[in-house]
């Protein structure tokens, strides 16, 4: 008898596009494999020691706003396992009624994540840094990521967004 069929459970919220707004991120290895470096340092000097799987996460992070115009990059933190992050998403512009939107395919939207939303930022993101560091380890294939991500719609009121701040920038203190 074989193993059960895997299940994974979509944490996103129904009917959100998630195109705009801030949002934290956790994005984790698999199988929370220490791989982008060590900390180094204790308390609030503790820091990563980033090594070149690191400089290539940390590379293709800030690239983001290079590929997608509207999204701003808060806080980061990499660690050895994860990353750590706040995204900040504007509206995306509209677009010119010239040209038929090539997605509305007679009302269907084709599957994945809506284009520019955080879902398809992610996807871009995990994809091109596991193709970089699965050719810096000499691999032709191979899993970095965990399947899913954590994500969390920061609120504005409460003082929610520095909290949030404080707890990326904090990490490597309280890392391991």
Request: hydrophobic content about 35%.
């Amino acid at each position: 008898m074989g193993n059960p069929p895997k299940y994974h459970k979509h944490i996103r919220l129904r009917g959100n596009d998630y195109t705009h707004g801030a949002y934290f991120v956790t994005l984790c290895t698999d199988p929370r494999g220490e791989l982008f470096g060590p900390i180094v340092g204790d308390g609030v000097a503790a820091r990563i020691d980033l090594n070149d799987l690191g400089r290539i996460v940390d590379e293709c992070w800030r690239a983001i706003p290079d590929h997608f115009p509207h999204v701003r990059l808060d806080q980061t933190q990499i660690i050895p396992d994860h990353l750590h992050a706040i995204l900040v998403l504007t509206p995306p512009a509209p677009s010119t009624r010239w040209v038929d939107p090539t997605s509305a395919m007679d009302g269907v939207r084709a599957n994945g994540p809506r284009r520019g939303s955080l879902g398809a930022i992610n996807g871009a993101f995990r994809s091109v840094t596991t193709k970089r560091i699965n050719v810096a380890l000499g691999r032709t294939g191979g899993t970095i990521w965990q399947l899913g991500y954590y994500d969390r719609a920061i609120r504005r009121q409460g003082g929610e967004y520095g909290r949030i701040a404080q707890y990326i920038a904090e990490n490597p203190a309280k890392w391991r």
